[in-house]
T-cell receptor
């Protein structure tokens, strides 16, 4: 079964530092997504990425956030200057093609900002 | 604004019994409604979805019901097993919105042996 791989699984960073979260989505897919889940809360959409550019972004995805596909396989989410409220689980997702709603999510990166 | 929400935050169920998880939605323009299961420390896992022009869909041990009249979605799990213990999220998907998912708040299901 296709997998979405995320690294690191857990990252601790100091407030104001830059972090890069990495994802290897399902190959041969053009749409990629980042979602965020603050502890104990619902999963929230951050950004969709289609054909190497941002397709849509939420209000959460401000100027401190950026996404890239640096080498055709990896998909990264960068937070330039982290804030305490950026602490959350960050999930990368790819549509798996079997169902319209059938996203495959990665296991997530737990970001802790101290 | 548009939202997807859940009625019950926690559901305790005896092993072997059936579980019913409910969800209310408000965006009548959504094309698909999806149920996800999230186990501790893992990402959401697709369970089943239903198109907006259907009212029932069955999978393996799961059934999703959609009542568009009252904007209500439910997930029924037959013969609940310990492995079903998790948080369950409903989500809606609008193709015109780039297939992004709008999630509800989640229901925790605890299966008692």
């Amino acid at each position: 079964e296709p997998e979405v791989t995320q690294t690191p699984s857990h990252q601790v960073t100091q407030m104001g530092q830059e972090v890069i979260l990495r994802c290897v989505p399902i190959s041969n897919h053009l749409y990629f997504y980042w979602y965020r889940q603050i502890l104990g809360q619902k999963v929230e959409f951050l950004v969709s990425f289609y054909n190497n550019e941002i397709s849509e972004k939420s209000e959460i995805f401000d100027d401190q956030f950026s996404v890239e596909r640096p080498d055709g396989s990896n998909f990264t989410l960068k937070i330039r200057s982290t804030k305490l409220e950026d602490s959350a689980m960050y999930f990368c997702a790819s549509p798996d093609g079997s169902e319209v709603g059938g996203y495959t999510f990665g296991s997530g990166t737990r970001l802790t900002v101290v | 604004g548009e939202s997807v929400g859940l009625h019950l935050p926690t559901l305790s169920v005896q092993e072997g019994d059936n579980s019913i998880i409910n969800c209310a939605y408000s965006n009548s323009a959504s094309d698909y409604f999806i149920w996800y299961k999230q186990e501790s420390g893992k990402g959401p896992q697709f369970i089943i979805d239903i198109r907006s022009n259907m009212d029932k869909r069955q999978g393996q041990r799961v059934t999703v019901l959609l009542n568009k009249t009252v904007k209500h979605l439910s997930l029924q799990i037959a013969a609940t097993q310990p492995g079903d213990s998790a948080v369950y999220f409903c989500a809606e998907n609008m193709v015109a919105a780039g297939n992004k998912l709008t999630f509800g708040g989640g229901t925790r299901v605890l299966v008692k042996p």
